[in-house]
């Protein structure tokens, strides 16, 4: 498979992971193809507006869709288009028909046109709440509306594939962290404030993440596209395989950052969602497609702090969006 100058759709590049692979894609010399649903905060895109095709629509316009996949006609395709990732986006019937619906829609759509490759972004949210690090085989227990829709996404791209004959490759991304995150996230909560010599209000110290860098996670799109694959609908865990606590994430912020303020911890309510174990099995994708993370989790938050430094009007949107951490 060439590596050069695909046509590529990408939806939910107006999310951090779909930004950062855009930018990835094009630095490639690639032909990328945004579609994105109407009235969308673009904010994330206005450096690359002039380099990309964007195209207005949602994937639950069947119509629109297919005319526009037919007129692209994608050689690879990066299906990140998600609802209810977030503790706000609540509406199950938005959820049912962003995740699966538009799922279904876009993957329809491109068998009509035919591809090398569609890659879906799975949940680790998917497995529910496990007291282990889940393999890829083991069954879904999802732990909310969008994991169940996520999942059952999941579940129709690996019979699609199996089906049609199609790389329909899933990653169950974990708790992806960098540039263009959202604002009143965790981790970009944290660095703002050890930028200023300060820590926020903190839940628990035990709950724990397996936090991976953005970097790492597009590159893992790149090689599901790329490498070949024994299994037309693998399924990836997209971690590092590494479990850190709340506790021990602020104690590297502190290190790396100079912080000498104490923690206060329970200062801030423990969410529903929070757990004492979340951790991914990434055995599979390492010997599979040869993908490892490059990123430490406290190089990546260096890597994090200096892009916002980097830029100050980025940085001034980040301090002024930021509310609560979710």
């Not at 090689?223 to 997209?238: E, H, I, M, R, T």
């Not at 502190?254 to 979340?278: A, C, E, Y």
């Not at 990123?295 to 830029?311: I, P, T």
Request: aromatic share 10%; net charge negative.
């Amino acid at each position: 498979m060439s590596e050069s100058g695909k046509r590529v759709i990408l939806t939910g590049s107006t999310g951090f992971i779909g930004a950062n692979l855009a930018r990835r894609l094009l630095g490639d010399g690639h032909d990328v193809h945004l579609l994105v649903r109407p009235a969308e905060n673009r904010w994330r895109l206005k450096s690359i507006v002039d380099d990309v095709q964007l195209h207005t629509v949602a994937l639950q316009q069947q119509e629109r869709l297919g005319e526009i996949v037919a007129e692209i006609d994608p050689e690879w395709v990066f299906h990140l288009a998600a609802y209810g990732s977030y503790s706000s986006q609540r509406d199950v019937q938005t959820i049912v028909s962003t995740n699966y619906n538009g799922a279904v829609n876009l993957v329809e759509a491109c068998l009509r046109t035919g591809f090398e490759a569609f890659v879906n972004a799975g949940s680790s949210s998917e497995y529910g709440y496990m007291d282990h690090a889940p393999h890829e085989s083991e069954l879904a227990e999802p732990n909310s509306h969008y994991a169940a829709t996520k999942a059952a996404a999941t579940l129709y791209c690996r019979f699609t594939a199996h089906q049609q004959q199609r790389r329909l490759a899933t990653l169950r991304l974990y708790s992806v962290f960098g540039p263009w995150e959202e604002p009143t996230r965790l981790l970009p909560t944290l660095i703002l404030c050890a930028l200023r010599g300060e820590l926020p209000p903190l839940v628990s110290p035990t709950i724990a993440r397996d936090f991976v860098y953005v970097d790492d996670v597009v590159d893992a799109f790149i090689s599901a596209a790329k490498a070949p694959l024994d299994d037309l609908g693998a399924v990836f865990n997209v971690g590092t395989g590494i479990q850190t606590t709340l506790y021990q994430l602020v104690q590297i912020v502190r290190d790396r950052f100079g912080i000498d303020v104490d923690p206060k911890w329970g200062s801030m309510p423990d969410r529903h969602w929070d757990t004492d174990v979340w951790v991914s099995d990434p055995t599979s994708i390492q010997a599979q497609l040869g993908w490892k993370p490059a990123y430490e989790l406290g190089d990546g938050l260096e890597h994090f702090a200096d892009w916002l430094a980097s830029d100050p009007a980025v940085h001034q949107y980040y301090e002024t969006a930021r509310t609560v951490p979710s």
